[in-house]
């Protein structure tokens, strides 16, 4: 998959020299072995590094600047083993770029009822030092994660990896580089947004290059490359002819692969993460690209259709966000289509044209070549598939003119009731939390477009901290959401983030 650094994340226990040397040498000793033993565990993503114990202004923020300047640092893990003084930690925090968790935990789970004295309370007091360093962060405004409990505790554990991938997000944003070809789909309000500012909250940059600069680099493809990547297309997938020529529909195919290589080539050229394409504007291509843009999905590359960027950035952030995650289910870019009103049987066909990602299918995977009768070109070969039941996100980043909202709808992915033969589309079928009619009328109270960013692996709460990382208000919509209450939220978002 087209990824990232190999990040890790820095672990910095917090204390002073009031109680004496063998506190500290207690406390070091403590910290390598919580360490040790979390990168043990299998469930945390990312490797976390052992830092000496901070003690000091100067050394805390000396530590938090080389931090900031170590590329591979994604985040800091904060614990005050004792007492550490806030007032340390001022400068250090002030300067920190990093995400930052504080792990409220302590060393020991049980009071040690039979020996107890004041020179362990001295030594072990993270309800103590947690809250005096806790105090400091919420008087700076300082964005950070909180996770409470034992250190050895699976949930713990878990929550922690969660946090790790969601900071690998907020510090890949700022690296997520999005290629338009060519512009929005006329007159449609959701897809346009004010890219300036997408930049300075969410460091994307978003670029324009006309159809044909593209175009060029898919003519350069060599023959031999192209029928090198048929080769392998038709090792991989079905193929269904469905009464096609067999050999007018792989020139079809061809033409697909052709700009699979020639898009990927033009990426990686000119070092852009996401990728926009519209119907409209198709220039030199021959086909309006779809099992092209959905092979450039499965790898890592985000996509939105329409010239929708932000979509396109959302994607791309998600499929890092999951990047390397056992049994991952996947990612994609989809849109609401239809729906299925019979009652006890509701839902969304999620689809589109052409452009779903594969990682998300459950079952064979085929390739049809059907014709399209957006972009007037010839017919485009695509990947046709149903995707995985289970529970997912859908997310819609939208402008809202003065500020971004990020709306998150926990979704139920189940199988339609009958095969749908004739639609030549890869799809989805989903029913929104807490109910159809709920979900979707909140939905449309928020804002939200008809293009999502979805995923399998990710959680409501994860969205929602990388939304608050950015400065961002996020909406939820799930198994909780009343619209009366929702209604409020909504309100006081609007008087929060004005």
Known sequence: MLLSKNYKFWFCAGSQDLYGDEVLANVAAHTKEMVAKLNETGLLPYEIIWKPTL??????????????????????????????????WILGLKELRKPLLHLHTQYNEELPYD????????????????????????????????????????VVQEKIGSWQRTAVGIVESSHIRVMRVADNMRNVAVTEGDKVEAQIKFGWEVDAYPVNEIAESVAAVSEADTNALVDEYYDKYEILLEGRDPEEFKKHVAVQAQIEIGFERFLVEKNYQAIVTHFGDLGAL?????????????????????????????????????????????????????????????????????????????????IKC????????EDPARLVFTSKEGT???????????????????????????????????????????????????WILAGGAHHTAFSYDLTAEQMGDW??????EAVYI?????????????????????
């Open 55 to 88: 003690l000091t202004n100067e050394l805390i923020r000396k530590t938090f600047n080389e931090a900031n300047n170590d590329d591979e640092c994604a985040g800091v893990i904060v614990w005050c083993h004792t007492f550490s003084p806030a007032k340390s």
């Open 370 to 377: 059907q014709p399209l009768s957006m972009g007037d070109r």
């Open 478 to 498: 799930d198994k909780d959401t009343k619209i009366r209450d929702f209604k409020r939220d909504l309100m006081l978002g609007d008087v929060f983030y004005r």
């Open 392 to 442: 997912g996100i859908a997310t819609s980043l939208i402008d809202l003119g003065n500020r971004f909202r990020l709306i998150i709808n926990t979704v139920d992915c189940k199988k339609t009731e009958k095969p749908m033969p004739k639609l030549p589309t890869a799809t989805n079928f989903w029913l929104p939390q807490p109910d159809l009619y709920t979900g979707a009328e909140a």
């Open 467 to 472: 939304a608050a990382a950015m400065g961002i």
């Open 115 to 154: 020996t107890i004295d004041m020179d362990f309370m001295n030594e072990n007091q993270a309800a103590h030092g947690d809250r005096e360093w806790g105090h400091i962060v919420s008087r700076m405004g300082i964005e950070r994660k909180i996770v409470v409990g034992h250190w050895t505790d699976p």
């Open 286 to 366: 021959k086909q309006l690209p779809g099992l092209a843009i959905q092979r450039l999905m499965e790898k890592g590359y985000g996509f939105g259709a329409e010239g929708d960027w932000k979509v396109a950035a959302m994607v791309r952030l998600m499929k890092v966000m999951t990047a390397g995650m056992k049994d991952a289910k996947g990612t994609s870019m989809l849109e609401d289509y239809t729906y299925n009103l019979v009652k006890g049987k509701e839902g969304i066909l999620e689809a589109h044209m052409l452009e779903i990602c594969p990682s998300i299918s459950d079952g064979p995977i085929s």
